[in-house]
């Protein structure tokens, strides 16, 4: 056992068989490492192709939705406006409807009490003083007294 060359022949065989049982095992691993990489390379090449419109799509989106937000925001100020304005119109309308009952009723009672003063039935006597008093009050002299003054009214 003390040829070396026999080692050294053993030693290549071995060698041999080892790297051929490493190469038979491998070699399905490799192909499935080449399938895998071809896979790879294809949804590589539809994600180039895929992928930058999509992300501009999701982009212009982004955007779009941005700009009806701004739109809504504004529609909503304006709505607010409108809102204000109504409700200061309807407090004006409320305030000048207050002023044109208190007008109206102001209107009827002066209109009544007109009406009750020139269909009251005056006595003679009243029409006389005043009717004097008026002429007292032309020649700027008075001969009535505060007394009848009173009387007359």
């Given at each position: 056992m003390s040829e070396p060359l026999?080692?050294?022949?053993?030693?290549?065989?071995?060698?041999a068989v080892s790297l051929t049982a490493v190469l038979v095992t491998?070699?399905?691993a490799f192909q499935?490492?080449?399938?895998?990489a071809r896979s790879a390379e294809k949804l590589f090449d539809t994600l180039s192709r895929e992928l930058?419109?999509?992300?501009?799509?999701?982009?212009?989106?982004?955007?779009?939705?941005?700009?009806?937000?701004?739109?809504?925001?504004?529609?909503?100020?304006s709505a607010t406006q409108i809102v204000?304005?109504?409700?200061?119109?309807?407090?004006g309308a409320r305030k000048q409807a207050q002023n044109v009952n208190i007008n109206t009723r102001s209107i009827l009672i002066g209109m009544k009490t007109a009406w009750k003063a020139f269909t009251r039935p005056q006595s003679p006597k009243k029409l006389i003083n005043r009717r004097l008093s008026a002429l007292n009050q032309k020649k700027g002299s008075s001969s009535s007294t505060p007394r009848e003054w009173d009387r007359d009214v």
């Amino acid at each position: 056992m003390s040829e070396p060359l026999f080692w050294l022949g053993l030693s290549i065989l071995l060698v041999a068989v080892s790297l051929t049982a490493v190469l038979v095992t491998a070699i399905p691993a490799f192909q499935e490492l080449a399938r895998a990489a071809r896979s790879a390379e294809k949804l590589f090449d539809t994600l180039s192709r895929e992928l930058p419109p999509t992300l501009d799509a999701i982009r212009m989106t982004g955007l779009e939705i941005t700009d009806l937000s701004d739109d809504v925001g504004e529609g909503v100020k304006s709505a607010t406006q409108i809102v204000k304005q109504v409700d200061r119109s309807i407090d004006g309308a409320r305030k000048q409807a207050q002023n044109v009952n208190i007008n109206t009723r102001s209107i009827l009672i002066g209109m009544k009490t007109a009406w009750k003063a020139f269909t009251r039935p005056q006595s003679p006597k009243k029409l006389i003083n005043r009717r004097l008093s008026a002429l007292n009050q032309k020649k700027g002299s008075s001969s009535s007294t505060p007394r009848e003054w009173d009387r007359d009214v």
